[in-house]
T-cell receptor
Framework: GENVEQHPSTLSVQEGDSAVIKCTYS??????FPWYKQELGKRPQLIID?????GEKKDQRIAVTLNKTAKHFSLHITETQPEDSAVYFC???????????FGTGTKLQVIP | DSGVTQTPKHLITATGQRVTLRCSPR?????VYWYQQSLDQGLQFLIQ???????AKGNILERFSAQQFPDLHSELNLSSLELGDSALYFC?????????????FGPGTRLTVL
């Protein structure tokens, strides 16, 4: 089955700096890569996603890049703010059944 | 609010017992997914239903079972509970199977097995 590895497991940055979280996947059939943000005690919420026919997608301070050949994708957060502090999960899915495999999460701390 | 509801919010029970978790998807969503999130762990996909039928299975134990009813709500049954089953159980829903669309998560049910 699919295996998703996510690094780093924890990340501390100063407010205003950039944060990068990286994931790799194993199944070349995966074609959908969402990123979720989970604040303490709350539900995961989709923040951005990318499909396999796209190499990069941006939404304000958040961007995701995908390298299908290398089977890795990354989340980039620029101009980080304290409210960005949360756990971020990457995931890979095969569209037909939407079976989603999540990475193990990255705890991001933005220091004011 | 995602529109996905889960009951109960919290559940405390003893080892060996059986519990049922309930999920109501967003209006119009046909697909329901169940996930388990243990303390400081990631999300483990358990099972997916689409319009009443099981469509994908993940790391779901044999002691666990689920179903989706004609009104599209879903129940996750956990039996012969063990201490290690203590976790946050999320339900998520999406519009259709076969399309790359967002999953909306419910608030979760926190299960504590004593």
């Amino acid at each position: 089955g699919e295996n998703v590895e996510q690094h780093p497991s924890t990340l501390s940055v100063q407010e205003g700096d950039s944060a990068v979280i990286k994931c790799t996947y194993s199944d070349s059939a995966s074609n959908y890569f969402p990123w979720y943000k989970q604040e303490l005690g709350k539900r995961p919420q989709l923040i951005i996603d990318i499909r396999s026919n796209v190499g990069e997608k941006k939404d304000q301070r958040i961007a995701v890049t995908l390298n299908k050949t290398a089977k890795h994708f990354s989340l980039h957060i620029t101009e980080t703010q304290p409210e960005d502090s949360a756990v971020y999960f990457c995931a890979a899915a095969i569209g037909g059944y939407q079976k989603v495999t999540f990475g193990t999460g990255t705890k991001l701390q933005v220091i004011p | 609010d995602s529109g996905v509801t889960q009951t109960p919010k919290h559940l405390i029970t003893a080892t060996g017992q059986r519990v049922t978790l309930r999920c109501s998807p967003r209006s119009g969503d046909l697909s329901v997914y169940w996930y388990q999130q243990s303390l400081d762990q990631g999300l483990q996909f358990l099972i997916q239903y689409y319009n009443g039928e099981e469509r994908a299975k993940g790391n779901i134990l044999e002691r666990f079972s689920a179903q989706q009813f004609p009104d599209l709500h879903s129940e996750l049954n956990l039996s012969s509970l063990e201490l290690g089953d203590s976790a946050l159980y999320f339900c998520a829903s999406s519009v259709r199977q076969g399309e790359l669309n967002e999953q909306f998560f419910g608030p979760g049910t926190r299960l504590t097995v004593l």
